[in-house]
C-alpha cells in the first residue's frame, strides 16, 4: 500500500510555543488529508480535513486559529498547533486519499506524540 | 448517537484460537463502507479489511475476515489462528455516502475501539 509519514514522531515543547507537524505522501498524491487526534485508550477523532489549494474544514470544537492546516501541495500538509498548551498533548495522527483512488484508499501516517510541558 | 459501537473494551484469546470483534453502526445511507483497522502499541494504523454496503459477500484477507450482517446493522472482525503479534487495539470504522464511482465523499468515523491481548 501507499505510504504517508509525519514528521516528527515525537516532540516536547513548552507551554506557549508553536509545533509543526508535517504529513506527506511519499508515493502517491493526495487531494484529501484528514487530521485526527487520539487521547490515551481513546479512539480517533477527526479535527479537519485538508483539501489542496483550499481551506481546511474543521469538526465542530475545534478551533482553526489554535490549530491551522495548511495543504499546500498535493503531497504535503501541515498542521500547526499554536500556543501550545498541556491539553493540547495528544497523539496527532494524519490520513491521505489517493487522487482518484478507489473508495477504500485512505492510507494512515505513524502518529506524531506532542507532550506539552 | 453512536454511529459506530464495539461493546467490548477488551478481549482475551489464546493464541491459535479464532476470536470475533464485535462492530455495529448506524447509517441511513444507502451506500457506505466499513473498515477495521489495527492499531499496536507503537499508535500506526494498520488497514486490515474493508467492505462496501453493496457487497454480497463478506470481505477475506488471509486470517481476517468481516461477518457482515446488513440487517441487523453488524460488521464484526473475525480473526483466525490468533497470533501473539496480533495483541493491539482494533478500530471498527464507517465511511457514509461515497459514489459508485470511486468517488469519496464522507470522513471516517471510529468506535472506541477493543483491545485484543493474545496469551500463549
Redesign the interface.
Known amino acids: 500500500?501507499a505510504v504517508v509519514s509525519q514528521h516528527p514522531s515525537w516532540v516536547i515543547c513548552k507551554s506557549g510555543t508553536s509545533v509543526k507537524i508535517e504529513c506527506r505522501s511519499l508515493d502517491f498524491q493526495a487531494t484529501?488529508m484528514?487530521w485526527y487526534r487520539q487521547f490515551p485508550k481513546?479512539?480517533?477523532?477527526?479535527m479537519a480535513?485538508s483539501n489542496e489549494g483550499s481551506k481546511a474544514t474543521y469538526e465542530q470544537g475545534v478551533e482553526k486559529d489554535k490549530f491551522l492546516i495548511n495543504h499546500a501541495s498535493l503531497t504535503l500538509s501541515t498542521l500547526t498547533v499554536t500556543s501550545a498548551h498541556p491539553e493540547d498533548s495528544s497523539?496527532y495522527?494524519c490520513?491521505a486519499?489517493e487522487t482518484?483512488?478507489?473508495?477504500?484508499e485512505?492510507?494512515?501516517?505513524?502518529?506524531t506524540?506532542l507532550t506539552v510541558l | 448517537a453512536q454511529k459506530i459501537t464495539q461493546t467490548q473494551p477488551g478481549m482475551f484469546v489464546q493464541e491459535k484460537e479464532a476470536v470475533t470483534l464485535d462492530c455495529t453502526y448506524d447509517t441511513s445511507d444507502q451506500s457506505y463502507?466499513l473498515?477495521w483497522?489495527k492499531q499496536p502499541s507503537?499508535?500506526?494504523?494498520?488497514?486490515l479489511i474493508?467492505q462496501?454496503s453493496y457487497d454480497e459477500q463478506n470481505a477475506t484477507e488471509g486470517r481476517y475476515s468481516l461477518n457482515f450482517q446488513k440487517a441487523r446493522k453488524s460488521a464484526n472482525l473475525v480473526i483466525s489462528a490468533s497470533q501473539l503479534g496480533d495483541s493491539a487495539m482494533y478500530?471498527c470504522a464507517m465511511?457514509e455516502g461515497?459514489?459508485f464511482n470511486?468517488?469519496?465523499q464522507g470522513?471516517?468515523?471510529?468506535?472506541?475501539?477493543t483491545k485484543l491481548s493474545v496469551k500463549p
Open positions: 500500500g484529501t484528514f481513546q479512539s480517533l477523532m477527526l480535513t497523539f495522527i490520513s486519499r482518484g483512488g478507489t473508495y477504500n485512505q492510507f494512515f501516517g505513524p502518529g506524540r | 463502507g473498515f483497522y507503537s499508535g500506526e494504523m494498520i488497514f474493508y462496501g478500530f465511511r461515497y459514489a470511486g468517488g469519496s470522513n471516517l468515523i471510529f468506535g472506541k475501539g
